[in-house]
């Protein structure tokens, strides 16, 4: 036997699961529940590892301060993940693009087929990292439910080596990835409903871990102000229609107010907003953003006095 079947065999997410033992002889509806149940144990798997991903939220906010990247690395179904969070981010807060990216075995056209043998390339995992020109302003995630995978080792072994701070996402205990990252994360899901099939518990797990990490990590860079999304680029009409309707919600004034107070500030959401709460000019309002980092409370609280 080889040592790849060795590792897998102990994996718990490649174990039967005694719950789901006769899924092929019940009805549709029984087939959905048994499916549900299951995923019902996974946010409470996330929510053990908490601590941990504060943690991993701390490491990017600081490299996000200093210049540096968020870069996810994984295989397959963990690579998908990676690319849809890094691809979500830009439209939703507003950051720039190469802020955080997604790097996935067997490139692009892996995220729609799946590319054979690119998961265990060595060589092209550190590849991947040198390619991007990683630094040690960079913080890269491991995705790898199974924790073995040997393009995601390779890529976080030369991130660190280089001097980024490196993070592992595993779904099953005392992942091999441990050996090799500044911080492990393992929400541990189980046995799958379909035996081996990580693309359900372990997935979704995956993809609870990554919309904390990076929603956490813009909260704290000043991207969110109460509730909403502030820092939009409003390079369409839609979006610069939205951008008033958050600043006469934030700040309880007009429509017409909202408009000529969002030209003053040009076109920016946050400034419009501290200029209105703390009736101040733009050059004013921007500068105190700058001073608190980003941040709209501070902004206003440092002008109040």
């Keep these: 036997m080889s040592e790849a079947f060795d590792e897998l065999s102990a994996l718990g997410t490649e174990s039967r699961n005694p719950r789901t033992m006769n899924i ?8 959905l529940k048994m499916i549900n149940e299951e995923d019902k144990t996974v946010p409470l798997a996330v929510e053990r590892e908490i601590p941990r991903i504060a943690m991993a939220v701390e490491f990017v906010t ?10 996810y690395v994984g295989a397959g179904t963990s690579g998908r993940l990676g690319v849809l969070d890094a691809a979500e981010c830009p439209p939703t807060f507003g ?4 802020m955080i990216i997604g790097v996935i ?3 692009s056209e892996a995220l729609v087929r799946s590319v054979e043998g690119a998961e265990d390339s060595v060589e092209e995992g550190k590849k991947s990292m040198d390619l991007l020109s990683v630094s040690v302003k960079d913080t890269v995630v491991g995705i790898t439910a199974s924790g073995r995978t040997p393009f995601v080792i390779a890529a976080v072994m030369r991130a660190k080596q280089i001097g980024a701070k490196t993070i592992g996402i595993s779904t099953n205990e ?10 492990m994360i393992t929400p541990i899901v189980g046995p799958e409903v379909l035996t081996g099939s990580t693309r359900m518990k372990s997935g979704t797990a995956q993809k609870l871990t990554l919309n904390m990490i990076s929603t956490a990590s813009m909260i704290g860079i000043g991207k969110v102000y109460q509730n909403l999304m502030v820092d939009l680029n409003p390079w369409s009409q839609k979006l610069i229609e939205r951008s008033k309707r958050i600043i006469m919600e934030l700040s309880k004034v007009d429509y017409q107010t909202a408009h000529e107070t969002f030209e003053r500030a040009g076109r920016d959401v946050k400034a419009a907003i501290v200029m209105i709460d703390a009736g101040v000019t733009a050059e004013k ?13 501070e902004a206003i609280e440092l002008l109040r006095g």
């Design 105 to 107: 075995a067997g490139g």
């Design 95 to 98: 950051s720039d693009p190469n």
């Design 174 to 183: 005392n992942p091999k990835i441990k050996e090799f990252v500044d911080l």
């Design 24 to 31: 092929d002889r019940v009805s549709t509806v029984e087939v």
């Design 285 to 297: 309002a921007k500068e105190a953003l700058k001073k608190s980092d980003g941040h709209v409370f």
């Design 62 to 71: 600081k490299s996000f301060r200093s210049g540096g990247r968020l870069i």
